[in-house]
């Protein structure tokens, strides 16, 4: 990789990177938001304000065109740390609790393939992966070993637990993964503290108080609302509350940098900052690591089927295609979804499309649901781009046009016109499906039995 200066910066969603010299050691330093979008000044929302995520994002490689794997919290994360969509990794839904969803046991994680190439590895923040055998860490301060709020949320807590990894280190490079639980909701789980713990630490009675925290409220009228929100005063309310923690969250990452600019490491690390990408092959690109060749089940050898985003700090790199899976959320939330981008067109496959689309805990308490629920009973307008029956009750096969759709509200599956473009996708779609072991790549009008051939069974269920 060439650098034209003394360091180079790469943003990812916001990813920054820096480019070193050989000679030095090569250590990333991955910051990850916990259910964060674009609410950033570097994604051009000039109603919050983040001067360290907008300074990093002025020195690096900012992509403008990012899609997650999966739209929840641990599948996300075990995509994000093995490499492998959450069907072929087995971190189906949520980790905590009675969900209790894991990874197999044989998946080979990025801490774990990173510690045995003797780079030295920590996680601070969320973590919420398992089993330990297939995540682990050198150092860990986590949910795990600690309350999620400090490890998460609380910036000088977060400050220190960096200092203290940089300080007890040896001369290994190091792979720090800082994990924070901003901007989350939390109003299902600690509703004292507001609908996203926007008030945790802020001074107030019964609050506590984060001494690096200068906390920063929002107007309502003022935010950015997206058209996917509907626009009433509890959405408005809801985003300030979110905008808040964005802030605090921003604070932290400038704490986090200066942590490792004190160290005199900073210029040589590749600094990424996201949401829920899969960055195992950037990772392994970045220390020179090869991804091995194994088996999770029988002899079917895994494979990356991602790319390292390295080489885009040098080109744009012509990728037209990227898939997506989801399976579960909550433990009571099966509704799996197959997805595939390729150019400007998005094909959507929703297995479970005869039964409602569910809603979890979280997001049933919180206050702009609870507005749109009240605004629907009652008949009021809603002030949302869709209704609810059509976001519970969806096609089995959703296709649209990004290029002139790009809220997507136009199902083109059955539109003739559409009929080569549908196939091609549905024909991109099942090949990767059985590329990564999709053990749902049957379904819904048939099962897999992968003794028999062909391994798809019909169902002869009218599907």
Known sequence: MRCSGP??????????????????????LLILADDGGFESGAYNNSAITTPHLDALARRSLVFRNAFTSVSSCSPSRASLLTGLPQHQNGMYGLHQDVHHFNSFDRVQ??????????????????????????????????????????????????????????????????????????????????????????????GESGMGQIPDWTPQTYNPKDVQVPYFVPDTPAARADLAAQYTTISRMDQGIGLVLQELRGAGVLNDTLVIFTSDNDLTPTILDWFSIPYPSYAIFGSKTVQLTGRSLLPALEAEPLWTTIFGSQSHHEVTMSYPMRSVHHQNFHLVHNLHFKMPFPIDQDFYVS????????????????????????YYYRKRWELFDRSQDPHETQNLATDPRYAQVLELLQTQLVKWQWETHDPWVCAPSGVLEEKLSPQCRPLHNGL
Do not use: M
């Open 109 to 202: 994680s990025l801490p774990l393939l990173l510690g045995r190439a003797g780079v030295l590895t920590g996680i601070i923040g969320k973590k919420h992966v398992g089993p330990e055998t297939v995540y682990p860490f050198d150092f860990a301060y986590t949910e795990e070993n600690g309350s999620v709020l400090q490890v998460g949320r609380n910036i000088t807590r977060i400050k220190l637990l960096v200092r203290k990894f940089l300080q007890t280190r040896d001369n290994r490079p190091f792979f720090l993964y800082v994990a924070f639980h901003d901007p989350h909701r939390c109003g299902h789980s600690q509703p004292q503290y507001g609908a996203f713990c926007e008030k945790f630490g802020n």
């Open 367 to 390: 206050p702009t649901f609870q507005d749109l629920l009240n605004r629907t009973t009652a008949g009021r307008p809603t002030g949302w781009y869709k209704d609810l029956h059509h």
């Open 7 to 28: 360091a180079c910066w790469l943003l990812l969603l916001v990813v920054g990177v820096c480019c070193v010299h050989r000679a030095r050691p090569r250590n990333v």
